[in-house]
């Protein structure tokens, strides 16, 4: 049974061998990467510091850098093995409301098509209600039909489908 924990650096191996899963420099939604631009993520010091900036990024008393949001970061765990990320976005920025909405996520090559995506999802929304929030704004690319079943499993609702300068968006909301 899959399980959302916050991102821990015991999972290093884990995390290490998913990683290396996706294609060289590949974007990985909701796993918070960009907070990590220059860290050398194989060596355990590195990580341990990429782990402390994603949880930092929660804590509404700690100010973001230029362009970012606060968000919490999960990470998609079963028996100790890391199978992807989910974040929240406690509000949106302008890229943010255009493309890439409140929440993301990814989940890795090997373990797609079990459902995990629509989830994680699910069990996200209620921390958004607890947040404040009374709807979210989820997005996926227009040829990713997985995520958009996933996103409409979670009563996601199309607004549109338009261009971006992160490529064609489907842009949903749910309602909470």
Not at 102 to 118: E, F, V
Request: glycine share 10%; net charge negative; hydrophobic share 40%.
């Amino acid at each position: 049974m899959p399980e959302l924990i916050a991102p821990k650096g015991q999972l290093h191996p884990s995390w290490l061998a998913a990683r290396d899963e996706w294609p060289p420099g590949a974007h990985q939604d909701g796993a918070g990467l960009r907070l990590a631009p220059d860290t050398d993520l194989d060596s355990p010091e590195g990580f341990s510091a990429w782990i402390e900036r994603l949880l930092q990024q929660g804590d509404n008393s700690v100010p973001v850098g230029a362009g970012r949001v606060h968000a919490t970061h999960w990470w998609i765990v079963e028996h100790d093995t890391y199978l992807g990320a989910i974040d929240l976005r406690h509000y949106l920025n302008a890229i943010l409301f255009e493309a890439g909405g409140h929440i993301g996520y990814s989940i890795r090559p090997s373990a797609r098509r079990r459902g995990l995506a629509t989830w994680a999802l699910g069990a996200v929304l209620p921390q958004a209600r607890a947040l404040g929030l009374d709807r979210v704004l989820v997005t996926c690319d227009d040829d990713n039909i997985g995520s958009a079943r996933s996103i409409e499993r979670n009563g996601g609702v199309v607004e549109d489908v338009r261009s971006t300068s992160l490529g064609v968006k489907r842009r949903y909301w749910i309602t909470l």
